[in-house]
């Protein structure tokens, strides 16, 4: 990370992006379509937006390391997929001939991404992957995802780098139910999450703390829907951030789900790009104060193609410190910036999670 002459930040962000993240296709009008992640590719390629990052080469994990968060039984369900035709493994999660290939490739992305951070080649990441991860438990698929890459990754980092404290942060529309089970006895890993409640997977609940080791180390935010900016702005400000603040962890991970912004058509949820870039700079700033800097986003949920690509554009100018010129609504201006900070609207849930996390955390 360094400073122009002018005094804006740059920072060494990489952006995890391959073609075979197209080839997971499920069945024509399935919401979780190539074409989700396909118009975002198009947008960095436009104009001069790549020069402002790194675009690493990486391998998919071995199912060694799958295996750290999935059963073999599960991981072999899904490399059974390999080369067939659309394939359903649940009632709404399908496979086709490279899905296999492409979840390897997606949670490995991840995985090359926490290493180049740890090793100071990269300030932070973007892992713009597809299929997504955080419904998927240790036996079983689900959510149109098919291995926890979130997850898979945080235990890979805990056995190969020896991080004692991990934070993972999920504000997809959805609850992420598959993560918050790999850690919920766990106090390696601090797990929060926002999202519409009981949407699917119906999980999420206030009273899901954790249990044993892990009691406290887990935090729902279980929103009505309706929730935009604001809200949004409040959960990061005054629980994501004094958390982070207490916790110290060692790495901050995102599962960043672009199906909370306005007009997606699985919630009811209203974030703009404005509001997705200031929870973005917010955790920025905490992995700088706390963990030098290491901080990577991946991709979840998010249905409408505006907002794929205005959301991740807004991600990604944050991430790297720079405006970008792409003729698209990313940039967070100061005054949104200013009243964002200082958001106060009514949020009842997160008065309750509040209210929840003061007794286990002091400075909350």
């Known amino acids: 990370m360094h400073k122009t002459a002018g005094g804006a930040v740059m920072r060494k962000t990489g952006v995890y992006r391959d073609n075979i993240f197209l080839e997971h296709q499920p069945a024509i009008s399935h919401p979780e379509s190539p074409e989700r992640l396909r118009v975002v590719y198009e947008a960095l390629d436009k104009g001069d937006i790549a020069k402002h990052f790194i675009f690493p080469a990486f391998d998919p994990v071995s199912e060694e390391i799958l295996h750290l968060n999935h059963s073999p039984i599960m991981v072999d369900r899904v490399a059974s997929t390999e080369g067939r035709s659309v394939e359903y493994l649940d009632s709404d999660t399908q496979a086709s001939s490279r899905s296999y290939e492409a979840a390897c490739l997606a949670a490995g992305a991840l995985v090359d991404g926490i290493a180049r951070i740890d090793q100071g080649e990269l300030d932070n990441a973007f892992c713009l992957v597809r299929p997504p991860g955080h419904h998927a438990e240790w036996g079983e698929t689900g959510g149109f995802c098919l291995f926890n890459n979130v997850a898979v990754a945080a235990r890979w980092a805990m056995q190969e780098l020896d991080m004692q404290r991990i934070l993972i942060l999920d504000w997809d529309l959805h609850h992420g139910n598959g993560t918050q089970h790999s850690f919920y006895d766990s106090d390696k890993v601090l ?174």
């Open 191 to 364: 797990y929060l999450s926002s999202h519409q409640y009981p949407y699917y997977p119906g999980t999420g609940a206030f009273p899901e703390i954790g249990k044993g080791k892990g009691e406290g180390f887990t935090f729902n935010v279980p929103l009505g829907g309706g929730e935009g900016d604001m809200e949004f702005a409040r959960i990061v400000n005054e629980l994501a951030v004094p958390l982070t603040r207490t916790y110290q962890p060692e790495l901050i991970l995102i599962s960043c789900g672009f199906d909370i912004h306005d007009g997606d058509p699985l919630g009811t949820m209203r974030v703009t790009p404005a509001g997705t870039a200031w929870m973005t700079r917010q955790m920025v700033k905490m992995a700088e104060e706390v963990c030098g800097g290491k901080l990577l986003v991946t991709l979840e949920g998010g249905y409408d193609l505006d907002a794929m690509r205005d959301g991740s554009l807004a991600v990604l100018a944050e991430l790297c410190g720079e405006k970008l010129d792409c003729g698209y609504p990313v940039n967070l201006s100061d005054e949104k910036a200013a009243q964002l900070a200082a958001s106060a609207v009514p949020c009842p849930a997160l008065d309750y999670t509040l209210d929840l996390a003061r007794h286990y955390w002091e400075g909350i």
